[in-house]
């Protein structure tokens, strides 16, 4: 073989091992659809936002991406959230935003609905990206005097108080994550999942 065309065989032969070796790096990474959003948005936002992740890229989703490093986020931490604009959200659904704390390895997918005209039920999904564990929790919050209600038992006395029942709750949960979010993301990203099937990750929902 003459020296070039081997020098030519050993890169083409490396660039194809790097290849394989991205792949799998990958698929042992990205074992879920959280993952997936994760490490897209994480990746893909920078310091400077000159490029967005393909969140960006979902109808309704918010022209900008806010970095709330130093905003909402504790010193140190940081965080950048994207949110649907109001219009785009059909009632009672009243705002669903998407935040990826980066320091904390942590995506947090947030979502609410309006229970009367002065209550709001917000559903908070953590998905930590060590454990791959997805937490499901809600709390209230009353628009007039802007309390929010996160106490378990406070939380279950509001809940009767209006009468939501726990299929109220899937379905309200249903309609945000699976329907709105996730249905969004499969649109936009080449997903190995989908809302039906979520992948490597387990969920525990508290209420």
Known sequence: MR???KIVFILLTSLIVILI?????NRVKIQNIFDEIYYDSRNAS???????????NIKGMSSNATNLTGIAAPEGERAIMEAYTDESLKA?????GIT???????????YSFMVTQNVAVFFDNVYNVKTRKLTKVISFVEADSGK??????EVRDTLKTYKVTDEQLTA?????????????????????????KLGNVSVK???
């Open 3 to 5: 020296k070039p065309i």
């Open 21 to 25: 070796s991205i792949s799998i790096y």
């Open 46 to 56: 920078g310091d400077g936002f000159d490029k967005r992740s393909r969140l960006g």
């Open 92 to 96: 009672p659904m009243k705002s669903l």
């Open 100 to 110: 990826n704390n980066s320091t904390k390895k942590e995506l947090r997918i947030s």
């Open 148 to 153: 929010r209600i996160t106490d378990q038992k």
């Open 172 to 196: 309200w949960d249903h309609q945000g994550m699976d329907k709105v979010f996730l249905k969004d993301w499969v649109s936009v990203y080449p997903s190995r999942y989908s809302p039906e």
């Open 205 to 207: 929902t508290e209420w």
